[in-house]
């Protein structure tokens, strides 16, 4: 690899994005107006041909030639003469990241230019909304192509921000400013860990650059004390020593990251700003609350999968995590009926099958789910959002039916967009959904079957939206002139229906002998790319991560006794049985749901309601630490003051028995001389 | 005439000479007086500007760390036995203070143009003579002057408060007043305490106050660590009300909501720094056995300060008193950063001072231009601001995200190294001891950037987004203001944000100079204590263990730096203690002329100057010195 292009490729990935943001924002209010999207456009669009540029040649430097981290500059100092740096980390990883966030982001903002007007008439803040998109591309490269984990961490920040501006685009609305609010907080909690983390990675290695972080914790899992010295610069005989230390708090590091994995990627239990997060307009959260930025947290695992696989553990804990929200958020999509927090909830299952990748350490299956995830989770929020156009803002499936000749192009993309969330057969998720699958139920029979489960759920909701919007009576909204979408609306969304079908084939290998005769699994070109970059991974059982799973694990025998395509033709059935049956209960026999929402009220009540998480954490947390504050308050008034009070009451005092002595009338100065003057006078005569 | 030496000078008092010369001008002329002000303040600016340039080449020459463009005049002669100095100099830590200064004046004076209607040329002229005493402060290096100034600052803020502040702007004057006062007097006990402690036990036989002197005195452990203790509880009485700390705290909010914006802007901006810069200055070098043994206390308290805050912060109705109450959380931040005793904590509290100045001063201008519009700062009656005021919103928004700590910004830069110095405190690895504090502290303060993102947020929301709510008939353009920020007031918070911009993206000019001069001033002396070994050995709270000392390439060159004194601590860790009263080994050395002691601190990287003095003392040992860190043994 030739690092000096790859440099300048980095560089220009970050810049022109930067630059599109400063133009739209600084000329799109006077210059620019209605062609603020230009900026905007040229800016990702260039930064999408460097990030194809520098993935390619990632692509053919040879399989070995490692990452390539050149230093900008330097940046801050935290002992004198040892600097953080501004630098990057380009690595295979790096390369499908970049790829990713910037393609989609290009058609994403394309999409925007006739999303963000009504009547070809630009809505309020036009220039501000390109400029927030730009400005979030530029983020988000920051965060994966960032060589030390100040950068990782400034990414991290940056995106939230963002998205926190993103979010609270319609500030008038103040549901919209609430979540904004909303989605920067839990983060933040979830960053609370986070630079906790960093703080500890640098106590315990004394740099916080990937290059060494990386290669000390390698060598200190492997015991190697000269590695261990050579990487982080010390005497070797201090090594050993330092080995227990590092080896002693990896898995407390990687607890520590991952509490901002689970804030930024919306895990259980921090879950619950991504579907307040909706109130931004639908481009956004396709693109950074479902392609993108909510991926930040896998990328960071996978990033330090070092860290990560140190512990079977810390490895357990991240794919229950992952399998439970996978499950947890597949349930309450069930029972809602705003098209984007369904789509919302399903980002939610879809990240967690991400974590469960990971866990199970099929770390280049969690990325190439996180791959294919960006393209058709992009397409259905770009759908929903055309939807949302025709309806006039309105998303609430319950007030239009039978879309399906209204809105043919919309419809159609999103019938594809749904069948590959579903995970019909040979679309791409199917591929990537189904590797993480049978990783989970080859290590674990738990995490296994909940993934199945999950799996079937997600076939129906996803069509129980469908078949809820786009069939039975043809039914709009009062006062709304329903119109398919305009061309460069449409024209997005049937190249994301075109990449979410086909983009699957990164990732297997096609040769005669496979899954329906022709497939073969868990082999493709973009698994060969990763393997470097994840080698902690396909490893990891050599640092103890046995522990979950071992070899008497049931499953894992019986997997391997009978066909490798068993899964897929298994999970093509419940993908294909939960679409049968979504069809069942809402097309041609639609008063079952009603049926079963009168026999089990309450329960669906519960759902319904999402299990009355936020009203939890607004009772057991929000509230009292509000309290807390008033309490702090009337401290200050009554407790520090009061005290504060009394201390000066002492010269006070002082100063009001002399003053009732300085009256100001001749008689009583004369009276207190001849008081005193007798008192001396008998003191003088009896004493 | 040198100018490096005379630079500093004209810098203090060009103000003074400007407030003077405003006397003559007209009281009716409102308009010329606030031009002059304003003019006055850009020329100190751009003086201060050049005394930036010198002090940077003279730096580039070598001399890193120590104090430059000094001027130092006996006021009675060296004869007399009496050595009280006009001495003004600064280091790579006092002359960053000195340019906030600089550059907060000029624009709380220019944001003062439609606030202040009555009385401008007074109010102009204590702007002006504040201004001096600012920046004496930062520039004495004679312990007389700097409390002389330090206690002048508050006579021209009194008036400013008192006479152009709020409804309670009586009850707000004399509280700030009362309080720092109060505080002050025992520091100025510990001043002359001081003075006569070293005239008595250095046996020079000078009655000093000249700060390197001292710094040089309390880098050999000079003073007996009880009296120490007295001391810093002497010097810390008056800066941490001034900081302020926490419990001290309760005149600020006071303070600030009744205050004019731009005596706001000032509090906020440089006269906490007052506080944290006596203890950079004075405290931590002079005392360093005191601030290592009380590091843990300031500590607690700065973490209380930094938790107790943040929540009062958030249930403020006055936005102003919001941001008052914010500060109480962020100089928390800093005190804790400095007393990790550590480069990265250090150099991360110094950072924070200007982070703090310029982002919570830019606020209140903010909040201060809101309310020239609505009269009023309750944030139950405006919202929504970001529909007609887009340039505000910007703003406001923008010094939010700095005052939280979003990376890129300045506040992060600050944030992140006082958590990292705090959470790498207890171990050795500069080659110094470990330090007092450890991770065990950085986790609660690390609470307070969640606290911080919530209050902040939450004013962000109710001020800005939702409905539009405005008090009726406003808001008041009456005296020439727009409905959204004027060209004025945007060019007051442009050069602001560009600051805290390029803090936040190439800070590398600021710590460059200040590392060395904290290495130099601060940890050198406060850290020389690596014979220490009750807190070499002292257990991370975290898992027990010790990181090495020698751990990095640099550790070896400190460790020559420090004489090798490390190798021979075990066993004889009392050697440090020794210095409380004269002796005649130690009578003999020092009986050298000033100026030769002075080296001590004028030798640039030439750290070892007083550790060898320290190798090679009598070991004549004074029994009754108790040993300061025993306690940790």
Redesign the interface.
């Known amino acids: 690899m030739n690092e000096a292009n790859l440099e300048l490729l980095g560089i220009l990935v970050l810049l022109l994005p930067a630059a599109g943001a400063v133009l739209a924002g600084a000329l799109g209010s006077r210059v620019l107006k209605g062609t603020s999207h230009w900026p905007a456009i040229l800016g990702v669009g260039g930064a999408a041909v460097a990030s194809i540029l520098l993935a390619s040649q990632v692509w053919l430097a040879p399989r070995d030639a490692g990452a390539v981290h050149p230093v900008l500059y330097q940046w801050f100092s935290p002992v004198e003469g040892s600097w953080f740096n501004v630098e990057f980390w380009i690595d295979p990883l790096t390369a499908i990241m970049l790829v990713t966030v910037t393609v989609v982001s290009t058609l994403v903002v394309i999409y925007s230019r006739d999303y963000m007007r009504h009547h070809n008439h630009p809505e309020r803040g036009y220039e501000r909304f390109f400029a927030f998109l730009a400005l979030f591309v530029f983020s988000m490269s920051v965060l994966v192509i960032g060589g030390n984990f100040v950068l990782l961490y400034l990414g991290w920040e940056a995106v939230g921000l963002c998205s926190y501006l993103l979010i609270g685009f319609y500030y008038e609305r103040p549901s919209a400013a609430a979540a904004a609010k909303k989605a920067f907080l839990v983060n933040r909690i979830g960053d609370f860990g986070f630079g906790l983390g960093i703080l500890l990675v640098y106590l315990t290695f004394r740099h916080l650059d990937y290059a060494t972080v990386f290669d000390a914790a390698r060598h200190a899992l492997d015991h190697d004390a000269v590695g261990v010295a050579a990487a982080l610069n010390i005497d070797p005989s201090a090594a050993a020593e330092r080995i227990g230390v590092i080896t002693h708090r990896l898995p407390v590091i990687a607890l520590l990251l991952f509490c901002g994995a689970v804030g930024k990627s919306a895990q259980l239990p921090l879950y619950v700003w991504l579907p307040d997060a909706m109130e931004g307009p639908s481009p956004v959260s396709a693109l950074i609350h479902a392609a993108t930025m909510v991926t930040g947290g896998v990328y960071m695992m996978v990033r330090c999968g070092v860290i990560f696989t140190s512990s079977g553990t810390v490895m357990l804990i991240v794919a229950l995590v992952g399998g439970f929200t996978a499950l947890f958020a597949a349930i309450i999509a069930l029972a809602q009926y705003d098209m984007k927090r369904i789509l919302a909830y399903s980002t939610i299952s879809q990240l967690g099958y991400m974590f469960l990748g990971v866990g199970v350490f099929a770390a280049s299956s969690a990325i190439f789910h996180l791959f294919t995830h960006a393209f058709f989770k992009a397409l259905l929020f770009l759908a929903a959002g055309s939807v949302m156009h025709a309806m006039g803002g309105i998303i609430d499936m319950r007030r239009f039916s039978g879309l399906k000749r209204i809105l043919p192009w919309t419809f159609w993309t999103m019938l594809i967009g749904g069948a590959t969330l579903a995970g019909f057969p040979l679309l791409s998720a199917f591929w990537s959904k189904d590797q993480i699958i049978h990783e989970a139920l080859a290590h674990n029979w738990f995490l296994g079957t909940l993934s199945l489960v999950a799996a079937a759920l997600t076939a129906f909701y996803t069509f129980r939206m469908i078949f809820v919007a786009f069939w039975g009576e043809q039914r709009v909204p009062e006062g709304v002139s329903a119109h398919e979408s305009g061309p460069w609306m449409v024209s997005m969304l049937v190249v994301l229906a075109i990449c979410s079908i086909f983009a699957g084939f990164v990732g297997v290998t096609v040769e005669l002998g496979g899954f329906l005769g022709l497939v073969q699994p868990e082999s493709g070109p973009l698994h060969r790319f990763l393997a470097p970059v994840v080698t902690a991974f396909t490893q990891g059982s050599a640092h103890g991560a046995e522990s979950y799973t071992a070899a008497e694990e049931p499953m894992r025998g019986f997997i391997a006794t009978i066909s490798p395509h068993w899964l897929m033709y298994l999970s093509s059935l419940i993908a294909i049985g939960g679409i049968v049956v979504a069809y069942i209960f809402y097309v041609t026999r639609p008063w079952i749901p009603q049926l079963v929402r009168d026999a089990a009220p309450r329960a669906y009540r519960v759902v319904n309601n999402k299990f009355y998480v936020d009203e939890l954490y607004d009772r057991a947390i929000v509230r009292p630490l509000h309290a807390a504050g008033v309490l702090c308050w009337r401290i200050d008034d009554f407790v520090i003051d009061g005290i504060l009070w009394l201390i000066t009451a002492v010269p006070r005092l002082f100063g009001f028995i002399c003053r009732s002595l300085q009256q100001g009338a001749l008689q009583g100065y004369g009276l207190s001389m001849v008081a005193g003057l007798a008192i001396i006078v008998i003191l003088v005569l009896f004493a | 005439m040198n100018l490096a030496e005379w630079i500093l000078t004209l810098v203090i008092f060009a103000p003074l000479a400007g407030a003077l010369l405003l006397l003559l001008a007209d009281p009716r002329d409102v308009k010329q007086i606030r031009v002059s002000a304003l003019a006055c303040s850009i020329a100190t600016f751009l003086l201060a500007l050049w005394a930036l340039i010198l002090y940077y080449s003279a730096a580039h020459a070598g001399a890193v760390g120590s104090f430059l463009l000094e001027k130092s005049v006996s006021w009675f002669g060296t004869s007399s036995g009496i050595d009280i100095r006009y001495h003004v100099g600064v280091d790579g830590i006092s002359i960053w203070l000195l340019m906030l200064t600089s550059v907060l004046t000029p624009l709380a004076i220019f944001g003062s143009f439609t606030g202040i209607q009555s009385r401008a040329k007074e109010y102009y002229c204590w702007m002006l003579v504040l201004q001096t005493g600012m920046q004496g402060v930062f520039c004495s290096l004679d312990l007389l002057m700097f409390y002389v100034f330090f206690e002048f600052t508050l006579i021209p803020l009194f008036f400013i408060i008192g006479i152009w502040g709020g409804p309670e702007k009586a009850r707000a004057a004399t509280k700030f007043f009362?309080f720092t006062v109060a505080g002050t007097m025992l520091t100025f006990a510990g001043v002359l305490y001081i003075a006569y402690y070293h005239y008595v036990n250095s046996g020079r036989g000078i009655f000093t106050l000249d700060i390197p002197t001292l710094i040089a005195f309390g880098k050999m452990h000079g003073i007996a660590p009880a009296v120490q203790w007295w001391l810093f509880l002497a010097f810390a009485a008056g800066f941490s009300i001034k900081v302020p700390l926490f419990?001290v705290?309760?005149w600020l909010?006071l303070a600030h909501t009744e205050a004019p914006t731009a005596g706001s802007v000032i509090l906020a901006g440089v006269l906490l720094k007052l506080g944290t810069y006596g203890f950079v200055r004075l405290s931590l070098p002079i005392l360093p056995d005191a601030s290592l043994a009380f590091a843990p206390f300031m500590a607690v308290l700065a973490i209380c300060g930094i938790i107790?805050g943040a929540?009062?912060?958030?249930?403020?109705d006055d936005v102003k008193k919001l941001v008052a109450y914010s500060s109480v959380s962020h100089m928390g931040f800093c005190v804790l950063g400095m007393f990790s005793l550590k480069?990265?904590g250090l150099?991360g509290s110094v950072i924070y001072m200007l982070n703090h100045g310029l982002s919570t001063g830019a606020l209140f201008l903010v909040v201060g231009m809101i309310y020239e519009r609505y009269h009023t700062r309750d944030i139950h009656r405006i919202g929504?601001l970001?529909?007609t005021m887009?340039w505000m919103a910007f703003f406001l928004?923008f010094f939010t995200?700095s005052s939280i700590g979003?990376?890129?910004l300045n506040g992060?830069?600050g944030e992140?190294?006082v958590?990292?110095?705090t959470?790498?405190s207890n171990?050795a690895?500069?080659g110094f001891h470990a330090g007092p504090l450890g991770?065990a502290y950085?986790?609660p303060a690390?609470?307070g950037?969640?606290l911080g993102?919530?209050y902040m947020?939450?004013m962000c929301?109710r001020v800005?987004?939702?409905?539009?709510t405005e008090p009726p008939h406003t808001p008041d353009t009456s005296t020439g203001l727009s409905r959204d920020l004027t060209a004025r007031e945007i060019g007051i918070l442009v050069p602001i944000a560009l600051a805290c911009v390029w803090i936040g993206v190439?800070?590398?000019p600021l710590?460059e100079a200040m590392?060395?001069a904290i290495?130099h001033n601060i940890l050198a002396a406060a850290a020389i204590d690596s014979t220490g070994t009750a807190f070499a050995e002292a257990a991370s709270p975290?898992?027990g263990?010790q990181?090495?000392a020698?751990?990095?390439?640099?550790t070896g060159r400190r460790n020559v730096a420090t004489g090798g004194v490390p190798a021979q601590a075990g066993a004889e860790p009392v050697v440090r203690c020794d210095s409380s009263s004269t002796r005649p080994g130690r009578g003999g050395r020092n009986a050298q002329a000033p100026s030769a002691d002075r080296t001590f601190t004028a030798g640039g990287m030439s750290e070892p100057l007083s550790v060898t003095h320290y190798g090679t003392m009598p070991a004549s040992l004074d029994p009754e010195t108790p040993l300061v860190n025993t306690r940790r043994d």
Not at chain 2, 464 to 468: H, K, R, T
Not at chain 2, 550 to 554: A, I, L, M, V
């Open positions: 009362i419990p705290h309760t909010p107790y929540l009062a912060a958030w249930v403020q480069m990265a150099t929504g970001a529909r887009p928004v995200l979003l990376p890129g992060f830069i992140f190294l958590l990292l110095g959470a790498v171990t690895k500069d991770y950085a986790v690390a609470t950037i969640v993102a919530v947020l939450w929301r800005l987004f939702g409905p539009l190439y800070p590398k710590m590392q060395p290495h975290l898992d263990e990181l090495a020698t751990d990095s390439p640099r």
